[in-house]
């Protein structure tokens, strides 16, 4: 049986008539801009990811630059954020006009690494955007103490990581703002674009609501530029349907996660990350959750150690029909669009461009079935030798 990396239609299909119905609703209503529909997703947002406030946005992207407009971030500004993650949170950074200063990340938890962070701080730098990768927290203790040290707004990029605490909070509402994206390959994955922010300030939730729509209080009266980032009431009602199940998915994806590292560990050539690789033995290091965290699992990414071994690997689980994918082949301070920058923005981040050449991502779906899960376990094991 093929296993992709992600079966969005195995997860829909159980949810067809509750969707439909959720569909008619709006249809009938009338209403496809703002109203009731919209109002109730952002209310069940902010109860679940225990935030004051949720607005909702048009998707991930516009979520982050909202965030940074509504901060007063532009030119002339230095932000910092890691160099190994999604486009997006950079690039949101760039459009403001600041310059996104990039950071190495910890080999182990894939965030940003603040000891890198503290080498690039200036009297410019005005933000911090911790990423929450792969569905964990980034370490946000001492990430707050830094922040409060020089003065520095706190975004969190929670793309990735809806659902997720670090010490019982949930992420997007241990900084400034929290950006969610609802992109169908996150866990709360939508029917097209869709993104959301939190924060736990009522002032600051106001001046997104404008900012989300041109910047507009009162009708057609504009105090500062907004823009479109508006979220459709068609695409708020169809996820208020699937936020009821979020729980149970993101259970699914920790148990999935749970079974590989359970299993994948017992081989000759994995190890735990967090443990001193040693090259020479080890092939394959395993993700790991930190106690301190519930880890979401948006992806269960390995580190594939050698020259040509990730390839080796990636090109094996093709030709036995599994889906894997790396996220992500090119270090951010490594893009063209970057290469402009001031040096100092782009310096050289060790981590970030091993990483690029090692991750690979591996099915961890909730719909993901026992023997699919095995099929991937084994595909593994005959690759190793084991
Ligand atoms: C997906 C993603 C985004 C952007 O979200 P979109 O909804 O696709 O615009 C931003 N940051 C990270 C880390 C992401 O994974």
Known sequence: MPVPLLDVNAQNRPLEQELIEA???????????????????????????????????????????????ALGIGPGDEVLCPAFTFFATAGCIART?????????????????????TARVTPRTKAIVPVHLFGQAAEMDALRDFAAEYNLQVVEDVAQSIGATYHGCGCGTLGDIGCFSFF??????????????????????????RIRNHGMHPRYYHSSVGANFRMDALQCALLRVKLRHLGDYTTGRVVNANYYIDHLSRMSGVVQAGVAVDSTTARIVLPVASARNRHVWNQFTLRVIGPDQREALKSHLAMQGIGCEIYYPVALHHQECFKHLPAHAIQTCPVSEALTHEVLSIPVYPELSASQRDEVISAIGVWLGV
């Not at 994955?189 to 300030?201: R, S």
């Open 23 to 69: 569909f008619t609703r709006v249809l009938r209503s009338g209403r496809f801009i703002l109203g009731d529909e919209v109002e109730a997703f952002e209310a069940e947002c902010a109860a679940f990811i225990g935030a004051g406030h949720a607005v909702s946005m048009s998707s991930g992207t516009d979520a982050l630059l909202a965030a940074f407009m």
């Open 97 to 117: 006009g600041a310059v996104p200063v990039f950071c190495d990340v910890c080999p182990v938890t894939f965030n940003l690494d603040l000891s890198s962070a």
């Open 184 to 209: 169908p390959s996150k866990n709360l994955g939508g029917f097209g674009d869709g993104g959301l922010v939190t924060t736990n300030d009522a002032e600051l939730a106001e001046k997104l609501r």
